[in-house]
């Protein structure tokens, strides 16, 4: 217990700082009194080997060594003066010894101090640091160099600051743009010449969208009205005709280029952004789409959930769904319809039938507007089916894909984020 307390107490007095009025070479002058002093006061080998353990942990090296042929120290006048410094701040009472002359080969790096007549302390001294207290003239020379430098800097953060605010209100303008809604110029003209002509070309760009699209809704009214009254026209006269077999031939025509027209406006009218998300029932909205072809003869099941609320398009959704059945019942004798809830409350709703499926390299072509996979499935659309469901898709922030069944038939898959991912993104 008495080691243990020694230990203590060396370890505290060593490792204590110094104020910053003592030089360094008082400190290690205190130190090196203080281990002769409780080195002369040990009563045993171990209390000695204790105090030089602690004295070595806290920075100070030291051993013991034969006091025999050990000669008084000289004046310190001709001796390196950090030594110099530290036999100077030495009690009186600490004898300092030297080697004999043939030995005394470095007296910078080395002080010994006689403890009894038989042994001394040979300390390493450490190497003189240089003083670290900052002058008034260093801190005169920083107030200066301050005083030049940060009105630069303070002058370079603000024009910076006015340059960026209005990016950043372009940003998030850019990010909220509805070319059907909102104020007629969004963009406010503001700033810095670049950034007010910016704005301005912003906005007007922004006036150009809205007119094409305007002119692009008025287009599609008048092909809606124009196409489907003669349309009308050539139905009512091929019901009137007398010859069946050619009364069914017309309107199976007629029904196809009706349906072309549909198919060909809805992808054109791009009006999937206008219907306001609401909190529907998915397995109610793909039930009510599987029963519409059950209804007309096909093979379509729904196997999922009863009941789950997510936010949604729901009429585009459910179109979406539909026309992957549509496609399905074209080319395949039954469709099954799958919905899967993810713990997070992410969806995905599979549509696999028992068709021959597509080939992988014609994948990412289906999905183009106006792409059909070959003249032989003349099934009287377009191609527009899949790029519509893709429009409704990405409009959910989703994705689609699709994957060949096995042994045989095609997998397309909607995924759904989760409604918290919906809401962070709008």
């Known amino acids: 217990m008495a080691l243990f307390a020694i230990l203590g107490i060396i370890s505290e007095h060593l490792t204590i700082k110094e104020p910053e009025s003592v030089s360094q070479a008082r400190a290690v002058a205190m130190r090196i009194e203080f281990v002769v002093d409780m080195t002369r006061s040990a009563q045993t080998p171990e209390q000695k080997a204790t105090i030089l353990a602690a004295a070595a942990r806290a920075g100070l090296q030291a051993e013991e060594v034969s006091a025999t042929g050990l000669r008084g120290a000289e004046p ?10 530290i036999e100077n701040n030495l009690s009186p009472a600490i004898d300092v010894k030297l080697r004999p002359q043939s030995a005394t080969s470095n007296l910078e ?10 042994y001394a302390l040979s300390f390493a001294l450490p190497s003189a640091v240089p003083d670290s207290r900052i002058t008034d003239r260093e801190i005169s020379d920083l107030l200066a160099t301050m005083a030049m430098f940060v009105p630069v800097i303070l002058l370079s953060l603000y024009g910076g600051r006015m340059i960026a605010l209005p990016l950043q209100r372009f940003s998030q303008a850019a990010r909220d743009l509805d070319p059907d809604k909102g104020p007629e110029r969004p963009f406010d ?7 007010r002509t910016l704005a301005k070309s912003l906005n007007d760009m922004r006036s150009r969208v809205r007119a094409m699209i305007e002119a692009r809704t008025r287009m599609l009214r008048a092909i ?40 060909t406006l809805v992808y054109l009218r791009k009006d999937i952004s206008k219907e306001n998300q609401l909190r529907a029932d998915l397995p109610s909205l793909i039930v009510t789409a599987c029963n519409d072809f059950a209804d007309m003869g096909h093979s379509v099941t729904y196997r999922g959930p009863d009941r789950f609320a997510y936010p949604c398009k729901p009429h585009a959704l459910k179109r979406a769904v539909a026309n992957l059945i549509d496609n399905g019942t074209k080319f395949a004798r039954h469709v099954n319809v799958e919905l899967h ?6 969806v995905s709703i599979s549509v696999t039938d028992d068709g021959p499926g597509i080939p992988p390299e014609f994948r990412a072509d289906v999905l183009e507007p106006f792409y059909k996979l070959d003249s032989a499935r003349n099934d009287g659309g377009f191609g527009l089916g899949l790029s519509i469901v893709q429009d409704i898709v990405q409009s959910h922030f989703g994705t689609l ?4 069944a096995a042994p045989h038939g095609l997998i397309v898959e909607i995924k759904l984020p989760s409604p918290d991912l919906i809401n962070a993104a709008s």
């Open 109 to 118: 790096q080395e002080l010994i101090v006689g403890i009894d007549r038989d």
């Open 224 to 263: 809606s009205h124009d196409l489907r009254t003669p349309l009308t026209r050539l139905r009512l006269r091929a019901e009137r005709s007398g010859e069946p077999p050619l009364r069914a031939a017309l309107l199976a025509d007629i029904d196809a280029l009706t349906l072309m027209v549909e198919e």
């Open 401 to 404: 894909t699709l994957e060949n």
């Open 341 to 346: 809830v993810k713990p997070d409350r992410a």
């Open 189 to 195: 003209e503001i700033g810095p010449p670049e950034v």
């Open 76 to 85: 310190p006048d001709d001796i390196g003066s950090f030594r110099s410094e």
